[in-house]
């Protein structure tokens, strides 16, 4: 398999594992304060240190699912300039199942196994 083929097959993984993670981001995004759809696509590209980006219709469909479950709500706030904005926030069971994905799938990279096993495998594969 060429360079070539491999960064592609790179690439196409990638896009598959960030489109299943935009939930996650979504929701991180909403533990800092309630806000509206463009804010959240901010924060999203700030905390995935601008590995992660999306399409303003992925997070409206995201939001739109997370209302319909109970995970967020939304309240219409009047704004300075333009129409009122809904500012999302994340509700008890949002916050709890939240908390649960983190556990499980996130501080998984933060044990110290993992991290060495991780390292051992790039140091053997340089």
């Known amino acids: 398999m060429t360079e ?15 489109k299943g993670l935009l939930s996650f981001w979504i929701l991180f995004s909403l533990t800092q304060r309630p806000m509206y759809a463009y804010e959240m696509k901010t924060e999203i590209i700030k905390f995935s240190q601008d590995s ?3 399409d303003d219709n992925s997070i409206y469909r995201a939001l739109k699912r997370f209302t319909k479950t ?3 709500e939304g309240k219409l706030y009047p704004s300075p300039s333009g129409p009122a904005r809904k500012y999302f926030s994340l509700t008890a069971v949002g916050t709890e199942l939240l908390r649960k ?4 799938n996130i501080l998984i990279f933060k044990s110290e196994e ?13």
Do not use: C, P, V
Request: charged share 25%.
């Open 4 to 18: 070539n083929e491999i960064t592609d097959l790179l690439h196409q993984w990638e896009e598959s594992y960030k």
């Open 114 to 126: 993992f991290s060495t096993t991780i390292q051992s495998f790039l140091d053997i594969n340089k």
């Open 101 to 104: 994905f983190i556990e499980r």
């Open 52 to 54: 992660i980006s999306a």
């Open 70 to 72: 109970g995970l967020i």
